[in-house]
């Protein structure tokens, strides 16, 4: 995985289909509040369970609280409680001695995750001054680990099993809001990008100093929430510091952006140091055609990617995931550099028999 990570040739295609969240969760049999909200198991641990249940190669990001949907303290409420979701929400105690309730809640579904933070609406169903509520059983979460002790208790239990990163996030906006905000305050959000990047330095150069696997950028959606003009405006000088810190130390640098992602990997490709960049989805989730990003960037960055996750994985039968599989390890394992996964997220039911294909397919048909 690292090898191919490196953007180098392994004896074999590195397979591991993202199934962060749902697949591990239902594998449990809990309810999904329990890995959540109470962590019973650590999300973490899940995923390396069900890491080893299939066979593929495990690729586990780490960061704080991780699995943790919100931060779980003496102000926080359970509202709601049914067989079906448990609704939290905070509260801040007033001068008149009455609570004054967040106009926000979490909604921790029973059968699908992650848990939902939302704002409290009519639609949600959920009071806006609640008739009910008690406290969270506090007892039941465990305390938030540094992340130095986590990742090096993550790092023991996966072994050679697979790889486990750590996270360094870049500045850049992630909602309506903040696009908005953006055209209309732009010196404003430049100076806090500012700010962001010399966090996101400071945070890469203290990563990379645990020597992890890989240097993870989450940037879920970066095209989709962003132009090329603010792109490169917030985002890209941020990128180019951290991934070339990243190779400073020798350790690979792997972007996530779902969504349509054919512009990013160009630009990374040509004007950063990242080593590696996933999901690459096809249409319609995303743009890229991954026969032609391999051959017009493949010397310069790996891949990893890029069944469907619906049409492919969830809905298809083995043969279209063993069909799906080939053609992706033809279009793109050439030379190494490639490793063979999904779009972002399979869905919680997808069947267990197209997993195992996927795997089959990578040990068979992607050796070198």
């Known amino acids: 995985m690292v090898l191919a990570m490196l953007n180098k040739q392994p004896d074999m295609v590195p397979v591991a289909p993202d199934i962060s969240n749902m697949v591990p969760a239902r594998l449990t049999g809990k309810p999904f509040w329990d890995i959540y909200l109470y962590q019973d198991p650590p999300l973490w641990k899940a995923y390396i369970h069900t890491m080893r249940k299939y066979g593929f190669d495990g690729w586990l990001p780490l960061y704080e609280s991780y699995g943790v949907e919100e931060a779980v303290d003496e102000y926080t409420m359970i509202v709601e409680e049914s067989p079906e979701r448990v609704v939290t929400r905070r509260y801040a105690p007033g001068p008149d001695g009455e609570l004054r309730w967040s106009d926000r809640v979490v909604v921790y579904q029973a059968d699908q995750t992650p848990a939902s933070k939302s704002v409290d609406t009519p639609g949600l169903n959920v009071e806006r001054v609640p008739s009910w509520y008690r ?63 010399e966090a996101a330095v400071a945070r890469a150069e203290a990563m990379c100093s645990l020597k992890p696997d890989f240097i993870f950028i989450p940037y879920s959606g970066c095209f989709v929430w962003n132009t090329e003009e603010s792109f490169r405006d917030l985002c890209l000088p941020t990128l180019q510091k951290v991934t070339a810190i990243a190779k400073k130390h020798g350790i690979p640098s792997q972007m996530h952006s779902c969504g349509p992602s054919r512009r990013l990997v160009e630009i990374c490709a040509n004007e950063t140091d990242l080593s590696s960049i996933n999901p690459l989805e096809m249409p319609p989730m995303g743009d890229c055609d991954l026969a032609e990003v391999k051959a017009k960037f493949g010397h310069r960055i790996s891949l990893m990617g890029n069944l469907h996750t619906i049409d492919t994985m969830l809905k298809g039968s083995p043969d279209d995931v063993e069909k799906a599989a080939r053609e992706a390890i033809d279009a793109a394992a050439a030379g190494g550099g490639f490793i063979l996964s999904t779009g972002d997220q399979c869905g919680r039911d997808t069947p267990d028999e197209n997993l195992y294909k996927l795997v089959e397919v990578a040990r068979e048909y992607g050796k070198y």
């Open 135 to 197: 406290p969270i059983d506090r007892d039941r979460i465990p305390q938030v680990e540094p992340l130095e002790e986590l990742y090096f208790k993550v790092k023991s239990e996966m072994g050679e099993d697979g790889v486990v990163g750590l996270s360094v996030w870049i500045p850049g906006p992630g909602s309506p809001e903040q696009i908005y905000e953006y055209y209309d305050n732009s010196e404003e959000v430049r100076r806090r990008a500012r700010e962001m990047e």
